[in-house]
């Protein structure tokens, strides 16, 4: 893996208020995001996984500047983005690009695939005229379309083909970094694996670095070089992808792990069934915010928050009982 850190993320917080009665005044916040560290080398994958609600999304869009941070610190090139005026964010921005979810709703439906490509680098003035047609014809074929396909409209054009679309938009400005926001979770199971391996050999090609948010512990698995688990907006468990599936330290990591379907016997674990379910983001528990469902909790964690500490060689775990 390249040495050095591309992005850097401290302290991020994102607090939505919550707004009641006539004058629509706030009456407390939902905690999306709390906290959340975390860097991405050049070159690497990181995985953010956790279960819906958790804050990856919310956490993904307020890296790209997409929705404000209310508090933190975001690094990108050894720049402080919070620090950036808005001419300053805008030239630094094609250098993040995102991949949305959902291929159905991301792509403009009247326009052009080769409007859809070629409008942000006339946007950025970086290419324009034949350049530019040049230029959306090598990304069709990188993506593996065809450049003749760049004259149809979205609707012309299979699930898995808008996916395709939507990672050449992402690719057009040359960007450094590429958010994922469950990139493959929309599309059928018979194409994950194409999108997956054209992520994988873009990546390799470009000297790209992700973030892949997902819910499917499988997907991050074969793509991902380190993961991140978020529980209620906070990472509970960091370490790389090998050492996570091996040994999870964190009880919630291990729930997840022991959901995973698998159809060798000799692998198979014992299902870990959590009780209840994820508290209220406006008013999460105090202490762990884990410890009303954990089965290995125990005095401390209704009191005090567990910092996320190493507990062992580039894994790091927020839970007292491995402090």
């Known amino acids: 893996m390249p040495v050095g850190h591309l992005l850097e993320v401290e302290g991020l917080r994102v607090h939505f208020p919550v707004r009641r009665g006539v004058l629509s005044r706030?009456?407390?916040?939902?905690?999306?995001?709390?906290?959340?560290?975390?860097?991405?080398?050049?070159?690497?994958?990181?995985?953010?996984?956790?279960?819906?609600?958790?804050?990856?999304?919310?956490?993904?869009?307020?890296?790209?500047?997409?929705?404000?941070?209310?508090?933190?610190?975001?690094?990108?090139?050894?720049?402080?983005?919070?620090?950036?005026?808005?001419?300053?964010?805008?030239?630094?921005?094609?250098?993040?690009?995102?991949?949305?979810?959902?291929?159905?709703?991301?792509?403009?439906?009247?326009?052009?695939?080769?409007?859809?490509?070629?409008d942000p680098m006339r946007i950025h003035g970086l290419y324009s005229g034949r350049q530019c047609a040049e230029r959306v014809a090598y990304l069709m074929e990188k993506v593996g379309l065809t450049p003749e396909q760049a004259n149809r409209y979205?609707?012309?054009?299979?699930?898995?083909?808008?996916?395709?679309?939507?990672?050449?938009?992402?690719?057009?400005?040359?960007?450094?970094?590429?958010?994922?926001?469950e990139p493959v979770s929309a599309l059928d199971v018979s194409i994950r694996a194409q999108i997956i391996n054209l992520l994988i050999d873009l990546q390799q090609e470009f000297a790209l670095s992700y973030i892949i948010i997902?819910?499917?512990?499988?997907?991050?698995?074969?793509?991902?070089?380190?993961?991140?688990?978020?529980?209620?907006?906070?990472?509970?468990?960091?370490?790389?992808?090998?050492?996570?599936?091996?040994?999870?330290?964190?009880?919630?990591?291990?729930?997840?792990?022991?959901?995973?379907?698998?159809?060798d016997p000799r692998t198979r674990k014992q299902r870990i069934l959590l009780p209840g379910d994820v508290p209220n983001p406006i008013e999460p528990p105090a202490g762990c915010r884990f410890h009303p469902r954990c089965p290995q909790r125990f005095e401390p964690c209704a009191r005090s928050e567990p910092p996320l500490r190493e507990v062992a060689l580039g894994h790091a775990a927020a839970c007292f009982r491995l402090h």
């Open 154 to 181: 979205p609707h012309q054009f299979s699930g898995g083909q808008r996916q395709r679309i939507g990672i050449a938009r992402a690719l057009a400005l040359s960007p450094r970094l590429i958010i994922g926001d």
């Open 26 to 118: 706030t009456v407390g916040y939902v905690y999306a995001v709390d906290g959340v560290s975390f860097h991405v080398a050049k070159g690497e994958t990181l995985g953010i996984v956790g279960e819906s609600g958790c804050g990856k999304t919310t956490m993904g869009m307020a890296v790209l500047r997409l929705i404000e941070p209310t508090a933190g610190r975001v690094t990108f090139e050894e720049v402080d983005l919070g620090r950036m005026s808005r001419a300053q964010a805008h030239d630094l921005r094609r250098r993040m690009q995102i991949i949305f979810q959902d291929p159905y709703s991301s792509l403009n439906p009247r326009m052009a695939v080769k409007n859809i490509l070629g």
């Open 214 to 263: 997902s819910h499917d512990l499988a997907i991050v698995e074969h793509i991902c070089d380190r993961i991140a688990v978020m529980y209620l907006g906070k990472i509970v468990e960091l370490a790389s992808y090998k050492e996570l599936y091996a040994t999870p330290r964190h009880p919630y990591t291990q729930a997840l792990m022991s959901a995973v379907p698998t159809t």
